[in-house]
């Protein structure tokens, strides 16, 4: 705020108050803590590091040539498996956490309890990694695509409903009020306030998480949760760096595909 | 699967504290070189040429999941923390590195000429004109990432690259489900924990 | 004038080939005073003050300054030359994100270190003389406040101060006051005409308001369609002679 005019003498001048020196000051200190104590005592190797360019070279070496002979009979109805997987995943996903998303905005569900509650189905979504989700379904419903989806699904539940219910809190009160005021029952303030304003968040959302369910999906095989991940895991286990090779080149086509295809309809839709 | 066993909690103990120390560093060095990266990917600033070649790197480093370029380290430098957070360097590199440079694009150019017109040198320019503009949003993105480093953290073991992960695969391995449910609970609490440091330290930095 | 602060030779500009936007344009401009530069909208006024300062690459021609050409620097040279030349915006063109004081302080970035610049370490005198013109726009204790926290005027206050705070040799001004109102537009150009005065600093200034031209410039340049039409002091701007920069005359009346 606007102090009196300053006097003749010499005036000091600081980017920041004392208090928001000593924070910054001791966020610096425990960034540069945390990565001397961490870098103390990570069991750190030399010689693997020192030979590490070279073993890299020899892996992309034996990779080559790329066996693309390998692809329809090995690879591409797992690529076609991994799609699925992060499409269903991302669609049970988005079903299950639109209503929690809902109990989880405030303005839209004015019980604290009920959003806290929310908050922690969607803090835990978040919190197991989609490759734990994956073992957990494996232990239920045995190793394939189905302990696959529902891995993705519950992890990006968490995700969507975060980011849902963000959006939902950023709706303009305006309209919603206006609804409310003429007495318009819960069910139609939800579908002519809120989902106008949201919409575009909405896709948006789910959008961003289908790319990274495509992403994703491609690792769950690796802990026997079906897709690509299983053609990967085998090539490996058997050192068939050849076929390793055009696993990769087919998972990084995909993402590369997902994240064009995402970028025009989100041009479209948005 | 119920109630957890935390016999072993020494041992969980020490695979979370690798795991956060592989996060740390992954964290510590990707953003070190997620900076300079982002920036000159930023077609707003940047020759053609040079942005292209750090956009080809970003594309690169996003390419692959984590756990898959952590598999591809195992195998070339061995088993070990040391994969573990070279992985999680690259995807840092990526994730940051892609955001930072969309961020630095959209940065207003008439604050720039303001600052240039002074006769500023090129890093004069960029440390009062273009980082006062993308930095909240810079230590939104590490925040994140950081965030992102402590659950992937918790994964690389799987594969063999050091931390929670590797007792976690064993102990399903071994159907010990009980022990399993003690070191997910355990994971959940770092990474909430994480969270919570990461949102301090943005409201700290104005992010 | 032998030794005008500003001698522009010749000075073409073409954004597209062919296409001549400045054509042919010699003006000098005096150590003393403020020049301003009218004309209808396109005819190149903002083009032309750019060029000075190489905001904007000139085509064809010479603008000499402190007896450099700047149109053949580059690099550190034109750096140097910049931080003789001050310049306020019509959109202020501050960094919303940083304070008052650090907006002032960027005056000086071309005489301080990147990483000091980095660490806000200036040099003492250099803060003193930035309160100092603070004080002297009427900002005294708002150096804390940051730039998007201000109103247009006081916006435009602190480009004036930054503008300043380079020391120039010269004051460019592309219609500083376009985006303000009426009784804040006479404040801010009383206030540049005053502290340019007080700092003899010569200023040239484009402006679409041709009464705010007439009051506070002591020389008045016409452009319209890139070449100068008229020259001269503000009792010497005619209705005839407006009729001729802006053509028609229905709008005179
Ligand atoms: N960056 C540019 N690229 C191409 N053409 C430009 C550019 N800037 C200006 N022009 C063109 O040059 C001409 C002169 O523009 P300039 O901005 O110098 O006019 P002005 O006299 O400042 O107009 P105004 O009073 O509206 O600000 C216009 O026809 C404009 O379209
Ligand atoms: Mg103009």
Known sequence: ?270 | MLPPNFEHWDAILKGLKESLEIAVLASFFGILIALPVGLLAARNLMPAWVSWSARALIAAARAFHPVIVAILFVKAIGFGAIAGIMALVVASVGFIGKLFAEAVEEISLKQLEGVRATGASFAGVIAFGVLPQVLPRFIGFSTYQFDSNVRNSTMVGVVGAGGIGAPLFVAFQRFEYDVVCAIILAIIAVVFLAEVISARVQRIFGA | MAQAALAIRNLSKAYAPGQFVLRDLSLEVAPRGVTAIIGPSGSGKSTLIRCINRLVEPTAGAILFEGRDLTRLKGAELRRARARIGMVFQEYNLVERLTVMENVLTGRLAYVSPLKAWLRRFPPEDIERAFRLLDEVGLSGYERQRADSLSGGQRQRVGIARAIMQQPRLLLADEPTSSLDPKTSVEIMTLLRDLAAGHAIPVLVNMHDVELARRFADRIVGLAGGAIVFDGPPHALSDARLAGIYGGESWLH
């Open chain 1, 1 to 270: 705020m606007p102090s009196a005019p300053g006097s003749a003498a010499a005036r000091a001048w600081n980017r920041f108050t004392p208090a928001e020196r000593l924070a910054r000051f001791a966020v610096y200190l425990a960034v540069v803590a945390a990565v001397v104590v961490s870098a103390a005592t990570v069991e750190f190797i030399p010689e693997f590091v020192y030979d590490a360019p070279e073993q890299m070279r020899d892996l992309l070496v034996r990779m080559w040539p790329v066996d693309f002979a390998h692809y329809p009979r090995g690879v591409h109805a797992a690529l076609v498996e991994t799609l699925h997987i992060a499409s269903l995943g991302t669609l049970l996903a988005v079903a299950l956490a639109v209503p929690v998303g809902l109990l989880a905005a405030r303005n839209v569900t004015p019980v604290p309890a009920l959003n806290y509650l929310a908050k922690l189905v969607l803090v835990s979504s978040r919190s197991v990694n989609s490759l734990v989700w994956a073992l957990l379904f494996i232990a239920v419903f045995g190793p394939g695509a189905l302990a696959g989806t529902l891995a993705i699904a519950f992890r990006s539940i968490g995700f969507v409903g975060k980011l849902f219910a963000e959006a939902c809190e950023e709706a303009h009160p305006g309209t919603i009020e206006a609804l409310a005021a003429v007495g318009a029952p819960w069910a139609s303030i939800l579908t002519h306030g809120y989902w106008p304003q949201v919409k575009p968040a909405f896709w948006a959302i789910v959008l961003l998480r289908w790319d990274i369910n495509v992403r994703e999906s491609a690792v769950l095989g690796l802990v026997g949760a079906g897709g690509i991940g299983v053609a990967l895991n085998t090539a490996i286990n058997l050192f068939q760096w050849n076929r390793v090779a055009v696993v990769l080149l087919a998972i990084f086509a995909v993402v590369i595909a997902a994240e064009i295809l995402v970028t025009q309809l989100r041009k479209r839709l948005i």
